[in-house]
């Protein structure tokens, strides 16, 4: 596999208009075998890399996805996160909030569920549905009793603002956000949903919901384009996956965790001379 990952990021300050972003890229590996080895090899990588995250315990690691209905979100935490021990692994899965969240501000559910540092934190959804669901069905923002549910824009510039402000406040203590937006086309969708009506072992996964969101397709592609536009940073940027094909897909998102990672310089932590001191008398009384 040869291929940058960084030309999918979303370079601060960059206007996104989905249209101009490809849904496809050519196969990164030349046969099924070709593609299972490259991703065992980035499987391993990251294991080794989340063991000294964890060991160190200086950093966390915040991974959010995001994306259309049957992007396969799913089945990239799935095979990415394959090898990572599931102790210093957490996933998390956002849905319609809960009476009791709409009681707080929009961020406070998934800022419970933050990774503690050493480790990864997996946000399979997360607090950008606030600008992307609720911005496309009106009829949401209106249950969360704003206090001036009147003037929407303002609302979506003001939870950008936020959202920018809350991931500047977690770099600067530690928690390094990579925030992946798996860009699938519309067609590639239907055939997906097809295959879930056509096969099945797939039948479960069906929804009848995904179809009737279909229908706001260009309303979500504006939302989330003015979503990647105003949230994508330096510190945290959003990478945009081309997920039409899910072998590539995985590969590319596997790449740009574990680029992440070694952007940290981990290491196993080096112990003082009295420590080592310690041990070794240990070692003698154990040695008897």
């Known amino acids: ?5 960084n030309t999918l990021q ?9 249209g101009q972003w490809a849904t496809a890229l050519k196969p990164l590996c030349r046969s099924k075998k070709a593609y299972a080895k490259a991703l065992q090899s980035h499987v391993e990588k990251l294991s080794d890399q989340q063991r000294m995250l964890y060991a160190s315990n200086r950093y966390a690691l915040l991974v959010v996805f995001q994306a259309m209905d049957t992007a396969g979100k799913d ?3 799935r095979h990415v996160m394959s090898g990572v021990n599931p102790q210093g692994c957490q996933v998390f899965s956002f849905q319609h909030p809960s009476l009791q ?14 990774p503690e540092r050493g480790r990864i934190g997996i946000f399979n959804r997360s607090y950008y549905e606030e600008v992307l669901i609720v ?69 479960w996964k069906f929804s009848a919901a995904d179809v009737t969101e279909r229908k706001f397709w260009d309303a979500y592609m504006h939302a989330y384009g003015e979503a990647l536009t105003a949230t994508s940073t330096a510190d945290s940027p959003w990478f945009i996956v081309p997920a039409d094909d899910k072998d590539n897909a995985r590969l590319i998102v596997s790449q740009i965790v574990l680029q992440a990672l070694d952007g940290l310089k981990l290491s196993y932590p080096v112990l003082g001379a009295q420590r080592r001191r310690e041990l070794q008398a240990v070692r003698k009384q154990l040695a008897k």
């Open 75 to 77: 089945g990239a935490i």
């Open 1 to 5: 596999m040869n291929f940058d990952a």
């Open 10 to 18: 979303v370079r601060a300050g960059t206007k996104v208009d989905l």
């Open 135 to 203: 911005r496309v069905h009106g009829d949401i923002l209106k249950s969360e009793s704003l206090a001036d549910p009147h003037a929407p824009e303002s609302v979506w510039q003001g939870r950008f603002r936020s959202i920018v402000d809350l991931e500047r406040h977690l770099h600067a203590n530690g928690t390094r956000i990579v925030k992946v937006f798996l860009h699938l086309s519309k067609d590639e969708q239907r055939k997906r949903l097809l295959a879930r009506i056509d096969e099945p072992d797939s039948n």
């Open 101 to 114: 969240e709409l009681q707080h501000d929009f961020l406070w559910r998934t800022t419970r569920d933050l």
